[in-house]
């Protein structure tokens, strides 16, 4: 057991840290998403550069080849001194690599560089309004029709489809195979007649995602990943991949959440003290800091484990399923701690942080829902982690 | 970077599981349960021969010289397997003499321990106070060259079959104390649980000679303490996943509505938060444990977390898998109960979970309460 960085690793992390610090393009703009995603490609162009984008690709694609464990110390350094997010975040996380498992010698040629440029903002056609937590109940139909497929249907959840130029799309290519069976993974292009996107807006006001509607879009056979049939599992290493990226990112993001929750503590005027003072809100900053800490020694524990065995277990879901539960717990607590003041929102003459922390309480609303709800996690850690029987 | 055990470390692991699951059955934890000392020597001799009381204590002093990592690993499976048992307040004790005694102390009585040959505990809370942390009332009184002894102290762990006593004073220090002195008295204490004994221990007028007296102020065994604190947790970790363990194997068997009880949510949620929890808490103590032998800068907030998650977890999971059991959980007859009562009496010693999510607290504010940066 050595839970201390090796003087390789530290090394490693030195250089990502110096180099973040460099080259940090400071805050995001705050004005619209447009500008946001202006930003955000001229930072990945940045970390495409200097080879920091698809850290975790085989360098024969494009990318660093960095082990588990630089990955873990990148995403939590970028994390920790808020970098911003690279504009193409699907595309790395997801597309990429599962071109690069699943995809021919054609579509690796094609489709990874402009990935990592971001000169290609890729989106996920998964859920459906009638498939969420189900997925693989979805409608979404492709016909085959000569060396075409004539897809028809609905997406919905999908984030940034208003910038992508490609959509990773699970949709039925055979309605009589068993459920998991008749699904076929296509790269989807945007940029075509019968494709809309119309945004959604959620609750705290902004637009990050999008409803597809598709009408006999064509897609060609050559943009089929993984074969005709095995979607599900094509889709599933997407989600693995999905769900082992995002960890460290996400504890080091709890981490400066919690510093900012300890500042607001310390400094909120509450019955002749500071509310840090005051027994009850304090036991419950510390359980966070607690919790944040057991949620950090369980990633590195999981780290360890499938760098032995190569591939992330479902454990990780107990990761995605705390991260949830904490994420929101601070925010309460931030709002708890401001009292009175709780309702004032961004742009409030008098809120608190300008209204970071209410943003932060509507927007974490999301984080158990988002990427597998918590209450399917609890179905996976019992039927995967604990061998419990299947409902269904 | 690598968060797991060493082969040497799985091997200790392996050998306390196989040894402990051979020992101690149900009837026979019940039989110990029942009997005065609530333990067997013969088991005493053979876990000294397997090296246990001396196993984080230095080899200089007969030690086996392996860390507290080693120590959460052996304790883990002594709340597994609930063993009844004076090797948690040996070993306490036998860290606090090798932290604090001198060498003629450690010859004279931590070498015994460290072979098996003695057992101590610590008298540490004074009757009628909160029994927190460095609130002893019981002053060593100067009397010629040395000091004597008078107070109550109560909470004593396995007093009665400890051969002497660490006795903290309202100065901080620490006296070593014959269970046998002239003075001394001993009452058993009826705990909650079965399978570890609580006494209260009376000084009256007990001299203590300057020989018997350990050096060292009280924040000198606050790192004894904090080891300590990892050591109960690790144990408390053993309860939630062997009780853990016993409702995933019930909510498999047990039928209702024609199907096994773990294919409803209502009660696989239940048992996917009993996992979380468990895990969490063994994360939380060998990331202690860890800091304690290669980092102790961090050693009390990482001890701190794990002994405040840790005394939670010890009596929730077997909680939680009472109720999962249902009416059969409440029985006297199933084990159930006997974890769930050890878990919360742990959960109360050394420092609950409110005391030392108080130390949290004070130790991460401590950056936030600096003057504000402008």
Same mark, same amino acid.
């Given at each position: &057991?050595?839970?201390?960085? /090796?003087?390789? $690793? ?9 180099? =973040? ?15 946001? &995603? ?22 024969? !694609? ?70 969420? /937590? ?33 959509? #990773? ?15 076929? !993974?296509?790269? &989807?292009? &945007? ?22 509607? #598709? ?24 989600? #693995? ?65 499938? #760098? ?24 309460? =607590? ?14 409030? $003459? ?13 927007? /974490? ?22 061998? =419990?029987?299947?409902?269904? | ?171 901080? +220090? ?9 003075? %001394?008295?001993? +009452?058993?204490? *009826? ?38 604190? %990892? ?10 996943? *062997? ?132």
């Amino acid at each position: &057991m050595d839970l201390s960085l /090796s003087p390789s $690793e530290r090394e490693f992390r030195d250089e990502v840290r110096t180099w =973040l610090e460099e080259n940090h393009p400071g805050p995001e703009p705050e004005a619209g998403l447009d500008e946001v &995603m202006a930003f955000r490609r001229e930072w990945q162009g940045k970390l495409h550069e200097a080879g920091w984008a698809g850290i975790s690709w085989p360098e024969e !694609y494009g990318g660093r080849g960095a082990t588990l464990i630089e990955q873990a110390i990148f995403v939590g350094e970028a994390a920790r001194q808020e970098a911003p997010s690279p504009a193409n975040v699907l595309g790395l996380a997801m597309g990429g690599p599962v071109v690069i498992a699943h995809g021919t010698d054609e579509q690796k040629q094609r489709y990874l560089e402009p990935i990592l440029t971001s000169e290609e903002i890729w989106c996920q056609g998964f859920s459906e309004p009638e498939s969420g /937590s189900d997925l693989a109940s979805l409608k979404t139909k492709a016909v085959k029709d000569g060396d075409e497929w004539v897809v028809t249907g609905q997406k919905v959840w999908t984030t940034f489809a208003q910038y992508a130029k490609w959509c #990773m799309l699970v949709a039925r290519t055979d309605p009589d195979a068993p459920k998991h069976q008749g699904l076929t !993974y296509f790269l &989807m292009d &945007m940029e075509q007649p019968g494709v809309q996107v119309r945004p959604l807006v959620q609750i705290t006001g902004e637009g990050e995602f999008n409803e597809i509607f #598709m009408e006999e879009v064509r897609i060609p056979d050559a943009n089929v990943v993984g074969g005709v049939g095995n979607g599900w599992s094509v889709a599933i290493t997407t989600l #693995m991949n999905e769900r082992a990226g995002l960890a460290f990112g996400a504890i080091s993001q709890i981490s400066n959440s919690l510093k900012r929750l300890n500042q607001l503590a310390s400094e909120t005027r509450l019955n002749g003290g500071v509310a840090a003072e005051d027994p009850f809100l304090r036991q419950r900053l510390a359980q966070l800091h607690v919790e944040a800490e057991t949620m950090r020694l369980n990633a590195y524990r999981g780290l360890t484990k499938t #760098m032995q065995s190569g591939i992330p277990g479902p454990e990780g879901s107990l990761g995605k399923w705390q991260w949830a539960d904490i994420n929101q717990r601070i925010a309460e =607590l931030a709002l708890d701690i401001e009292g009175a003041y709780a309702p004032l929102d961004r742009g409030a $003459e008098h809120a608190v942080a300008n209204g970071a922390w209410q943003y932060a309480f509507l927007r /974490s609303r999301a984080n158990s829902i988002e990427g597998g709800t918590t209450d399917i996690l609890k179905n996976i850690i019992a039927e995967r982690v604990l061998g =419990l029987p299947r409902l269904r | 970077m690598y968060f797991d055990l060493t082969d040497e470390q799985q091997a200790i692991k392996s050998t306390a599981r196989e040894f402990l699951a051979a020992r101690y059955k149900s009837e026979r934890i019940r039989e110990l349960a029942r009997s005065e000392s609530g333990f067997e020597q013969s088991d005493w001799e053979e876990m000294a021969e397997l090296g246990w009381p001396g196993l984080a204590l230095p080899e200089e002093w007969g030690g086996q010289g392996l860390g507290i990592v080693e120590l959460a690993v052996l304790f883990e499976e002594m709340g597994y397997a609930l063993a009844p048992s004076p090797l948690l307040s040996t070993t306490v004790a036998g860290l606090a003499l090798a932290a604090q005694g001198t060498d003629e102390q450690r010859e004279r009585w931590l070498r015994p321990l460290a072979a098996g040959q003695a057992r101590s505990t610590l008298a540490l809370f004074d009757a009628g106070t909160a029994a927190t942390i460095g609130d002893f009332e019981t002053e060593a009184r100067a009397d010629g060259e040395g000091v004597v002894l008078d107070g109550e102290k109560v909470l004593v762990m396995d007093a009665a079959t400890a051969d002497f006593f660490l006795v903290a004073t309202s100065d901080g +220090s620490r006296h070593l104390v014959e269970r046998g002195a002239d003075g %001394v008295s001993i +009452s058993p204490e *009826r705990s909650i649980d079965l399978t570890r004994r609580l006494h209260s221990v009376r000084f009256d007028g007990v001299r203590v000679t300057p020989e018997a007296t350990l050096n060292g102020a009280q924040a000198d065994y606050l790192p004894v303490f904090w080891r300590a604190c %990892v050591a109960i947790a690790a144990e408390s970790t053993g309860i939630a996943q *062997r009780t853990l363990e016993m409702a995933v194997e019930y909510a498999k068997d047990r039928k209702q509505f024609g199907r096994p009880i773990g294919a409803y949510q209502a009660v696989s949620h239940r048992c996917a938060q009993m996992l979380l929890e468990t895990e969490n808490s063994r994360s939380a103590v060998y990331g202690a444990a860890w800091a304690a032998d290669a980092e102790p800068e961090s050693l009390p907030l990482a001890a701190a977390m794990a002994k405040a998650y840790a005394s939670d977890v010890g009596w929730r999971v077997p909680d939680a898998s009472i109720q999962v059991h249902g009416g059969i959980g409440f029985t006297w007859e199933h084990d159930l109960h006997l974890f769930l009562k050890r878990g919360k009496a742990n959960a109360a010693t050394f420092g609950d979970a409110r005391w030392h999510r108080d130390r949290v607290a004070d130790l991460v504010l401590a950056e936030a309460s600096l003057p504000a940066p402008v």
